[in-house]
C-alpha cells in the first residue's frame, strides 16, 4: 500500500510540472543519457556482482530563477546465456526500474543540483529447462544529481541513485544530455 502511494504521489509531481510547463519558455530541460547499474546479490555466503546497462529519461521544470522540480525513469538490463558443455540449456535476465523525483536548485547560470526519491523495482526471469523463475521486489530508492548548461539550451545532465533490496544492493549512476526549451 506504501508503494501505491509514493507512485501517486510521484505521478501527481510528474503531472503538475507537466502542465505547469505547458506554456512556459525556456524553463523545461529533458534528459536523455546511458544508465549503468551495479547490482550486488547475497544470499547466505554466495555473493554475485553484475553490472546492467540501459536509458534514463529526465524531465526538469523550473519554477523560478532557482527552484524547480525533475522527475526520471530509468530502466538497466542484464541478459545472461546458461551454458553447460558449450550447449545453451537456458537463459537469465535481471531488469532495474525506477521512478523518482525531487527539487531542484539552480546554483548558478550554469550548475543546478537536484534531489530524487521514489521507486525501485528489481525484476529476475530464470528459464533453465524445464524450470521457469521469477522474482520481482519493489524499494525505496533516493539519488542526487546535476545539471551543467553548456550552452543555453544544452546541458549535462549526470546522477546516481542507490536502492536496497531484500537480498540485493543497486548503486546506479547516469550520465546524459539535455536540451532546455
Known amino acids: 500500500m506504501h508503494l501505491k502511494k509514493t507512485a501517486?504521489?510521484?505521478?501527481?509531481?510528474?503531472?503538475?510540472?507537466?502542465?505547469?510547463?505547458?506554456?512556459?519558455?525556456?524553463?523545461?530541460?529533458?534528459?536523455?543519457?546511458f544508465v549503468n547499474s551495479h547490482a550486488k546479490l547475497k544470499i547466505d555466503n554466495l555473493s554475485r556482482s553484475d553490472n546492467l546497462h540501459g536509458l534514463n529519461l529526465k524531465y526538469r521544470y523550473e519554477f523560478n530563477d532557482r527552484f524547480g522540480v525533475v522527475t526520471s525513469v530509468l530502466r538497466s538490463k542484464v541478459i545472461y546465456n546458461i551454458k553447460n558443455q558449450g550447449q545453451k540449456t537456458g537463459s537469465a535476465d535481471a531488469t532495474y526500474y525506477s521512478l523518482t523525483s525531487g527539487p531542484s536548485y539552480r546554483l548558478n547560470q550554469y550548475v543546478s543540483t537536484y534531489a530524487l526519491a521514489g521507486i525501485g523495482h528489481a525484476r529476475f526471469n530464470g528459464n533453465i529447462d524445464p524450470f521457469h523463475k521469477t522474482f520481482t521486489h519493489n524499494a525505496f530508492t533516493a539519488g542526487t544529481g546535476f545539471q551543467f548548461n553548456i550552452t543555453q539550451n544544452v546541458s549535462l545532465d549526470t546522477h546516481y541513485e542507490y536502492a536496497q533490496f531484500k537480498n540485493l544492493k543497486m548503486n546506479t549512476f547516469t550520465a546524459g544530455v539535455g536540451y532546455r526549451f
Open 8 to 33: 501517486i504521489a510521484i505521478l501527481f509531481t510528474v503531472s503538475t510540472g507537466l502542465s505547469a510547463g505547458a506554456g512556459a519558455t525556456e524553463n523545461t530541460t529533458i534528459s536523455l543519457g
